[in-house]
């Protein structure tokens, strides 16, 4: 049958305002000296909790974190960890998988395109994985037409739930939706429909949390924001070397224009691009003792380096993650056939991705069986390692002579007797030996 296709509804989704814990700031100073500065404040929220007396709110959604800008600050520190940002793109192609498998013909046009915007039905699952570990709540919007669904990811940074659990509310922008209140959508959830649109939440169980899910990293958001403050530190110190290289005091009677002329002439000799480090001049008039001269010694690096090292594995360990999956492979530990990928690989999958994505997935199914009458078995996604297990297969064991011939070169032909693998025909000539050997003794 041929799709009907059903445009979606809802609200186009705009760029949305930051809150105060991430946002940009500029002072000034009172006196005549104007300076400017940056701040980047991506301190971890002093309260992550959820409204318990429902009846008390003003709303009619439930706000996620005492701003309700939760969604907004995990979206911002996302952008500022590489190691954090790492693991997460990791977990969500994992759970993806290489591409969903059915065996049934009508299924595989529909996962190939399952909304009007031509998204495929792992691009719409690989978006609700990533918010699902991000924020741990992701939101899957369906559209029903005559004999079928749309599904459509919506962004959870858009998303609140409303306090009768029996819808949500999206807003572009929830810093201002006080100010934009035409622009709320209500869409319920699933099974209850309403002009044809559904929603279907997906949240991991977190005690005191009715309503929102937590991501498994949340215990870590203080070393998330320390990685993002090490990486500004080591660009800081790149740009200028963070330091005075050395403290000289000079001390005698001259004029400033003598001073500063000295202090000139010293720099353009000593410092800038391939002179490495900065001196700082001290000029002292009417002192006749000899000039002082401080060298500073920067000897910082070690303990940043052990830093970043416990930042790394605090962030790794809070998502439940292996190190080997994110890069962070200790020296010594790798070998030819990456068994320890593998073996991590193998853990990641029992651990976190399976059930993440059944999770999903059984969501899917479930809207599918009931809208589509397609039974759940139907669709699988199939999951492919980072690394072949090819190396460790001993080809001699499982390709025939002919078989490594051509695969080694096509030219060099097969052989009369190469249709068998290399230990039957080593067999056959150690029985023929024996049969030459036992005629022997018979004659003898």
Do not use: C
Request: no cysteine; net charge negative.
């Amino acid at each position: 049958m041929a799709k009907k296709r059903k445009s979606q509804l809802k609200s186009q989704t705009k760029k949305t305002s930051q809150s105060s814990k991430v946002s940009e700031t500029t002072g000034v100073s009172t006196k005549k000296d104007v300076y400017e500065f940056g701040v980047f404040n991506l301190a971890v929220p002093p309260n992550i909790r959820e409204k318990q007396d429902i009846s008390k709110l003003i709303t009619d959604f439930v706000p996620f974190g005492d701003d309700n800008l939760m969604p907004q600050y995990l979206s911002e520190l996302k952008r500022q960890s590489s190691t954090h940002r790492s693991v997460l793109a990791q977990k969500t192609i994992f759970t993806s998988g290489a591409r969903f498998v059915t065996n049934n013909d009508n299924l595989k046009e529909y996962i190939k395109d399952v909304n009007a915007d031509g998204e495929s039905l792992r691009d719409v699952f690989k978006k609700l994985s990533e918010d699902f570990y991000t924020f741990g709540n992701s939101y899957l919007e369906g559209v029903l037409y005559d004999g079928g669904v749309n599904l459509y990811h919506i962004d959870a940074t858009t998303v609140r739930m409303n306090k009768d659990k029996k819808s949500v509310m999206v807003h572009p922008d929830w810093a201002n939706y006080r100010n934009m209140k035409d622009e709320m959508v209500h869409i319920p959830i699933y099974p209850n429909t309403s002009e044809s649109r559904f929603v279907l939440h997906f949240s991991d169980y977190e005690p005191t949390f009715q309503y929102y899910g937590l991501p498994d990293y949340v215990a870590a958001l203080e070393h998330i924001a320390v990685d993002y403050e090490i990486g500004k530190w080591n660009h800081t110190k790149f740009k200028n070397g963070f330091q005075p290289s050395a403290i000289i005091e000079i001390s005698g009677d001259m004029g400033a224009e003598e001073a500063k002329k000295m202090v000139s002439e010293f720099q353009s000799k000593l410092t800038g691009e391939g002179k490495n480090g900065k001196l700082m001049f001290i000029v002292k008039n009417g002192d006749t003792s000899p000039a002082n001269v401080q060298i500073i010694k920067d000897d910082q690096e070690g303990s940043w380096i052990d830093l970043q090292r416990i930042t790394d594995q605090n962030i790794v360990t809070a998502h439940r993650w292996q190190p080997s999956l994110s890069g962070l492979v200790s020296s010594g530990k790798m070998n030819n056939t990456g068994s320890e990928i593998r073996i991590s690989y193998d853990l990641a999958m029992t651990t976190v991705i399976k059930d993440t994505s059944d999770r999903l997935l059984d969501g899917i199914k479930k809207v599918l069986w009931k809208e589509m009458g397609i039974e759940s078995h139907e669709l699988s996604i199939h999951f492919e390692p980072p690394i072949s297990f090819a190396a460790s297969i001993d080809v001699t064991k499982v390709l025939t002579i002919n078989e490594q011939r051509r695969l080694l070169d096509e030219s060099l032909g097969d052989l009369d007797d190469g249709d068998v693998f290399i230990s039957v025909r080593e067999q056959i000539a150690i029985d023929k030996a024996n049969e030459t050997d036992d005629n022997k003794n018979n004659e003898e």
